[in-house]
C-alpha cells in the first residue's frame, strides 16, 4: 500500500514539473513552410517622401507675389472692400464664404489698420507654396505698434497667378517697437533702460562701505594721535640718568 501511494506522489510530482516546465518556457513556433508563404498577404509598398522642387524667383513672379500680397493686405487685411481680394483666396482660407458673405468683413483674416506694406520678403518657395514674411505699419493716431505677418500662398492656373492659404500674425522684435515708438514720438522705456543699470548697484554697495569704513578710519587716526602724544609726552620726560644726578647735586 505504502509503495502505491508512494508511486502516485512521484507520478504527480512528474506531472506538475513537466506542466510547469510547459507554462514557463516561451513557445517556439515552428519556421513558415512555402505553403504558408505563399499564403501570407501582399507585402506593403513603402512610399518616399519627396520634398518640393525649389523655385526660382524670377523678377516677374516677385511682381506677382507683390501685387497679391498689396491687393490682400489692402481690402482683406485692412477691411476696405474686402470683396476685392475674394478672387485672391485659396479654397482653404476661404471657408465656403462667397463673394457677398467676404462683403461684409466678417472672414477668416486676422485685421489690422494698415497704412502702408512698409517691408516683404521670401522666407520659403517651392513649386508647391511660397512662404512671405510682411511688416505692416499702422495708421496715424491708431496708437499701435508695426506689424509683422506670415502669407501663404500657393500657385494657380487661373487668372491670379498665387492665392492666399493662411496669414498669420508673427512676433514684432522689441527693437521694432522702440523704433515705432520713436516716431510717433512717445517716452517709452528702452529695453537697454528696463535693466537695472549697474551704478545703481554700485552706489548702495559704496554707501554701505563708507558707513563701515569712515568709523574704521576715524579710530585709527585717533588711535595714532593718542600714540603719538604718549610719545611725545615720554620724550618730554627727564631720563633715569638726569633724574638721579639732579638729585644727587641737589642741597642736603
Do not use: C
Not at 100 to 111: C, E, F, R
Not at 135 to 142: A, D, F, I, N, Q
Not at 231 to 247: C, F, I, N, Q
Request: proline fraction near 9%.
Amino acid at each position: 500500500m505504502r509503495g502505491h501511494l508512494f508511486g502516485v506522489a512521484i507520478a504527480g510530482i512528474v506531472v506538475g514539473v513537466v506542466t510547469l516546465t510547459v507554462v514557463l518556457l516561451p513557445s517556439v513556433d515552428p519556421p513558415p513552410t512555402q505553403q504558408d508563404a505563399g499564403r501570407s498577404g501582399p507585402a506593403e509598398e513603402v512610399t518616399e517622401t519627396v520634398a518640393p522642387a525649389p523655385l526660382e524667383v524670377t523678377p516677374a513672379i516677385r511682381r506677382q507675389l507683390q501685387r497679391t500680397a498689396r491687393l490682400f493686405v489692402e481690402t482683406s487685411v485692412g477691411r476696405r472692400h474686402p470683396e476685392r481680394s475674394w478672387q485672391l483666396v485659396d479654397a482653404s482660407l476661404r471657408q465656403g464664404l462667397t463673394r457677398a458673405d467676404w462683403k461684409t468683413g466678417n472672414i477668416p483674416v486676422v485685421p489690422y489698420p494698415v497704412e502702408h506694406l512698409a517691408f516683404w520678403r521670401i522666407d520659403e518657395a517651392n513649386v508647391d507654396h511660397v512662404l512671405m514674411e510682411l511688416v505692416l505699419t499702422p495708421k496715424p493716431h491708431t496708437g499701435l505698434l508695426s506689424k509683422t505677418f506670415l502669407m501663404d500662398v500657393r500657385p494657380s492656373t487661373g487668372p491670379e497667378h498665387w492665392l492666399v492659404s493662411s496669414w498669420t500674425p508673427y512676433g514684432v522684435s522689441q527693437a521694432q517697437m522702440e523704433l515705432d515708438a520713436a516716431a510717433r514720438g512717445d517716452n517709452v522705456v528702452s529695453s537697454r533702460d528696463r535693466h537695472l543699470s549697474a551704478i545703481w548697484l554700485v552706489v548702495p554697495v559704496a554707501l554701505l562701505l563708507l558707513t563701515i569704513v569712515t568709523p574704521a578710519a576715524v579710530f585709527a587716526v585717533s588711535a595714532l594721535q593718542s600714540r603719538r602724544a604718549e610719545h611725545l609726552y615720554r620724550m618730554s620726560l627727564p631720563s633715569p640718568a638726569e633724574s638721579e644726578t639732579s638729585s644727587s647735586s641737589s642741597p642736603s
